[in-house]
């Protein structure tokens, strides 16, 4: 978070000198690079005695983080001001294959899987040359994230394995991030950016009665891309 807090205090306190509306119109790209997702799992602790300090906490929580490939593409519309700083907005689609899994109260396992991200947000732009600028964006973000939580590892091999859990969650949730866009040849440009993005919580009573356990999971994920688009 500091290195986008430090690029929008750089849009905001450079002067620029003006430049030719040649980072306004529309662009599309495609994108890829490394991402790491991040889950924190909360149970409420079947041991817990306030009057035992040994019964340990009276929420458990474990967290878990796994890096793998992000892909994507990403539409969107420029428009440079007189003054040269360039606003926009955008809609995207992020894909990857991100996985984790943690232990909460032992031989149990609860895990998240990330399948994809919708985005659309707005961004700001300072022009490094006619063709290239760094920028900051931030906006809504719509993930599908597969759970699941097998409260007991130890039973998977008998004849009646007790129940396990799976439930896939469309979580809402914002990201904020920042770049630099450099022009390659004439309409085509190259990008390396920098992505956080933090997702809603979902729940999950394991068992079916009202005084069962809720199981919360919370995800995020950092993501290193690189890119190239055109535009029209």
């Known amino acids: ?7 929008a205090a750089l849009l905001a306190a450079t002067a620029t000198p003006a430049y030719a509306q040649d980072l306004s119109g529309f662009r599309a790209e495609v994108r890829g690079g490394w991402e790491q997702l991040g889950t924190t799992a909360h149970l409420p602790n079947p041991d817990y005695d306030p009057e035992d300090e040994e019964s340990g906490p009276e929420i458990l929580k474990a967290t878990d983080k796994d890096g793998s490939i992000s892909y994507g593409a990403e539409i969107g519309y420029d428009y440079q001001l007189e003054g040269g ?19 909460l109260v032992g031989d149990d396992l609860g895990c998240s899987k990330l399948k994809r991200s919708f985005n659309i947000g707005a961004r700001a732009g300072l022009p490094l040359s ?13 993930g599908k994230i597969s759970n699941f939580y097998d409260p007991d590892l130890t039973d998977n091999d008998e004849e009646e394995p007790g129940d396990t859990y799976g439930f896939s969650k469309n979580r809402g949730g914002f990201h904020a991030g920042g770049g630099v866009e450099f022009g390659l040849n004439q309409g085509v440009y190259g990008k390396l950016e920098y992505a956080y993005t933090k997702y809603g919580s979902a729940s999950q009573r394991i068992g079916a009665g009202d005084e069962d356990p809720m ?9 290193v891309l690189a890119g190239i688009g055109m535009r029209f």
Request: net charge positive; charged share 25%; glycine share 12%.
């Open 85 to 103: 700083m360039v606003l926009g907005g955008y809609i995207g689609a992020d894909f990857s294959d991100g996985r984790t899994c943690a232990e």
């Open 1 to 7: 978070m500091k290195y986008i807090i430090s690029m």
């Open 215 to 223: 199981l919360k999971m919370r995800s995020d994920r950092h993501q």
């Open 130 to 142: 006619d063709k290239s600028m760094i920028y900051v964006k931030g906006g809504y973000s719509h």
